[in-house]
């Protein structure tokens, strides 16, 4: 055995056969290739016992085949799993102290720490290597990867700068250096950023045509434009700049759902009411109806909301729309009646979309007999389709005014006592039980419209058990859920639900059986 030790750090390379094995060492371990990685490790060792690159090596693959097998297993095996992880870094350990000027060894020492999750201390070990190689665009990357992760926007920032510098000729550099512009809060350096990658480009290349990566790209420096304040008084400089833009690159938007979309937002924040109603019948007509954020959109261009409202509105989430946000005048609510339930209105034209009748049900006063007569429709062809998420759709109609808001809002009911005083509730109540006795004496619902299938009864039985557990009625609502379960025993819901009781009503360990 050689007692020579070259450090390629120290400007003694390794001999060509075991540099070659070195290099195959690096391909095996990328590949996952960890046991003969490892093999080939053991044969530059067995030679050179201390060479410093090969032991960290040697340590990252170890890491890698116990990360591979980790968590997996039996308890012994696990343990078995943890020592071969400490084995790792004992490695890679004493690796680094055999070449210290070696920036591959830092590397590995950075990355070890990065699969342990420990992020700060992979950075550093990143940095350390920087100061042996400046210009290794790997560790670069690695480095601004983890930056990120940690939210070190300004450290993320300089190293893509870097990284651009160093590779100017490359598009994702030019985009992850403008992605870290824009997320440090300049989006007019970023903005000035893609027009500088543009210039770059010769006319008639693939960027200018309709694709989806020109599509994307185009969609996002129209969002920076959005961003940017502008020159104009009223702040809304970048957002008109932005809704001219989007007549610009038209012809190469692919995903022109996504185009409509951000129109439609622009022309409500500008107050173009009359343009933003068309832009919304043009995302219904592209099959948007169930989409409740469109829905928003459309009301506050019928109302001519103010931007705060159009904002607040733009941003709520599942069914929640201007009808949920806030109460509405007669006038108001006589013109979104109109809009949805007129004949030539959303109703007519859509007389498929539920989401179109849900609207028009949220959007009716609820002491009126047109409410009542609709959530009864409603409530009658979920029942028969046997629609198990009927309770709670039905939940979001529990509106009460927002006290902490002087009335200008309205917040879901959640707490029962304010469920159990809710008119809504009471409705449903009555109309349920009225379901109920319908279908266990005749088999129908109370309007005798036909003869109901038999499963009507069961997901009847199920609302109600439902509506028990909204007001803490536990006792009443197994009682019911009980009735489901000896009815159909393989329904999941059912099983579901009856957990979710016992656990509210203090039972832990009879729910989690």
Sequence with gaps: MSSDNPQSGQGRPLPRKEADLFKNVVKFYENKNYKKGMKNADQIL??????????????????????????????????????????????VKRGLMMDMRSHVCWHVYGLLHRSSQNYAEAIKAYKQALRIDEENLQILRDMSLLQIQMRDLIGFKETRLRILTLRPNSKVHWLSYALSVHVNGDPDAAVGILDSYFGTLEEGC????????????????????SETKGEDEDGLGGVRKALEHLDEIEKVIVDHTGWLKAKLSYQLQLGNFEDAKDTAMKLFERGLTEEHRVHGAYMCALLKCDRETCLEVEKMKGTGTLATLRPFAEEERSILLDAYGSKDGLSKLYPRSNGIKRIYITILPTNSDEFKSAIDKYCQKQITKGVPSLGADLSSLYLMEDSRSNGSRLMLATDPLDVNVHPVHALLVDLIEAYITSLSSNNSFPSGEGESPPSALLWAWYLRSILHEQ???YAQGITLIHKCIEHTPTAVDFYELKARLLEAGGDIQQAAD
């Design 46 to 91: 067995k030679r050179f016992p201390n060479h410093g690159e090969t032991l960290c090596m040697k340590g990252l693959i170890l890491n890698g085949m116990a990360s591979a097998k980790g968590a997996v297993g039996s308890k012994d095996k696990r343990e078995e799993e943890e020592e071969t992880k400490k084995e790792a870094v004992e490695l």
């Design 206 to 225: 693939v960027e200018f045509e309709k694709n989806f990566e020109s599509s994307e790209l185009a969609l996002y420096k129209n969002q920076l434009l």
């Design 471 to 473: 007001v803490a009625e």
